[in-house]
């Protein structure tokens, strides 16, 4: 399906509200919820790990249920019209608890229920939003543009979430701050519709059962390898994420707000790199720039584990931003072959499946770094009324944010010089499902 410009840009939008909202709870939730609020780092770090199994289930399921969804609106866009408002509300209650820490039981109860629900419906929007990529655009050379365009939102949407929140924050309260970026979230996701588009042909046609569709994909090699790709790469940002604010305010001394220059430096100089990494992409293929990428970024935090400055830390940022754009960019152009070729095995777009997968095996890293932070947190003695931290709580921390991101890039670099599709295979596929969509979409 061709598509202008300007749609390819209004879709993009969606980017900048998802990205804002998810980085902001994986970022400070459970800084708010340990540091600020009181609970026991133990309690939050087991809590968020039973609800991202839960979560982590939920995916392939709201894929699935998004490819058999039938509709004379199309399989994708109902959910995110529908659900745009709720999820922005669920987005606010996350910063606004109801009880304060002389009830912890309730007030852990509520923190577990306000994460669930509000992954719950960004689960059902996010893989909606994304599931409509592989299908609205076709050739490498658009999948590199477009995406280009959506990675540079999600930064914008990362800076925004990483940087603002502790600020707005620090002077307004975490109430207000979820209020406003609920508000920002609900109106990029309603700019996004102007620019989604689905073809009517696979909008209607019915779709398999789940243990079919299940079983289709995992028996897909290319698609498991891009899996472990996946989840390394994850595991790799969401154990930065997760750690830097305890890092800035216990390593460096600079607070939280401290975690928010170092982010947003990281993500800053990203954003200004991911044009170039767009036309390495679009000249390279998915997966030569992926490795560059995971090697870069994987080298360039390690200087994090000697950093004692605020200078030394920026530096460290700034060099990471680099490569961190071609990360960001790649793996959806990597799935997205991964699609291409099951149309050619099955003769049937599967994108909500695929990406509902994805998605699950994204959320493992998650689980780890929950438990791995607060179980590090609490064996080497964490006081969060203390602003000084034993000295095995400060080696922990930088350990979680220099030498674990390295050894899972370097583990997904070997995986991805593994992943099959590429050279004459990459190009027979593309060859067969150009000519399945000019078939099915001529049909239609």
């Known amino acids: 399906m061709r598509q202008r410009t300007p749609h390819g840009l209004l879709y993009s939008v969606a980017n900048f509200g998802a990205s804002l909202s998810s980085f902001a709870v994986s970022t400070y939730v459970g800084y708010f919820y340990i540091a600020l609020i009181g609970l026991p780092p133990r309690w939050v770090g087991w809590g968020l790990f ?13 894929g699935w249920l998004s490819d058999r969804t ?12 529908v659900l745009t408002i709720p999820l922005a509300i669920s987005f606010a209650a996350v910063w606004t608890p109801l009880f304060s820490i002389d009830r912890p039981v309730a007030l852990f109860v509520y923190m577990l229920l306000a994460v669930t629900i509000n992954d719950l419906l960004y689960t059902l929007v996010a893989i909606n939003v994304t599931a409509l990529f592989p299908e609205m655009f076709t050739t490498l050379a658009s999948r590199a543009r477009v995406n280009g365009w959506r990675q540079i939102m999600s930064l914008g ?52 059962g789940l243990g079919w569709a299940v079983g289709n994909a995992l028996r897909h090699r290319a698609f498991l390898v891009v899996l472990g790709i996946s989840f390394l790469i994850r595991l790799a940002l969401t154990t930065v994420n997760a750690t830097m604010p305890f890092y800035a305010s216990y390593v460096l001394g600079l607070g939280a707000s401290g975690a928010a220059w170092l982010l947003g430096t990281t993500l800053l100089v990203a954003l200004l790199a991911m044009q170039g990494w767009a ?24 200087p994090l584990l000697v950093a004692q400055t605020l200078p030394a830390a920026l530096a460290t940022a700034a060099l990471t931003g680099l490569s961190l754009a071609g990360l960001l960019i790649t793996p959806e152009v990597l799935l997205a072959e991964v699609i291409d070729a099951d149309h050619v095995r099955t003769g049937q777009r599967h994108e909500g499946m695929y990406f509902g997968l994805g998605n699950f095996v994204n959320r493992l890293p998650n689980v780890l770094q929950a438990v791995g932070v607060g179980e590090m947190l609490t064996l080497a003695g964490f006081d969060a009324a203390s602003t000084a931290q034993p000295s095995v709580v400060v080696l922990g921390l930088r350990v979680l944010i220099g030498g674990v991101p390295l050894l899972a ?23 067969q499902v150009t000519a399945l969509r000019a078939a099915t979409e001529g049909d239609g």
């Open 50 to 62: 039973a609800f991202s199994w839960w979560n982590a289930l939920n995916d392939p399921v709201a």
């Open 70 to 81: 039938r509709t004379r609106w199309g399989r994708r866009v109902p959910y995110i019209a």
């Open 157 to 208: 949407g990362m800076i925004v979430g990483v940087v603002l929140a502790p600020l707005i924050a620090e002077r307004f309260g975490w109430p207000v701050m979820g209020v406003l970026f609920g508000v920002v979230l609900a109106g990029a996701l309603g700019l996004s519709l102007r620019g989604s588009r689905e073809h009517r042909v696979y909008a209607q046609a019915r779709q398999p």
């Open 279 to 302: 036309g390495l992409l679009a000249r390279w293929g998915a997966r030569r720039t992926l490795l560059v990428a995971q090697l870069a970024v994987g080298v360039s935090v390690l």
């Open 409 to 431: 890039l370097l583990l997904a670099a070997l995986l991805t010089w593994r992943y099959p599709l590429h050279g004459a295979r990459l190009a027979e596929v593309r060859e």
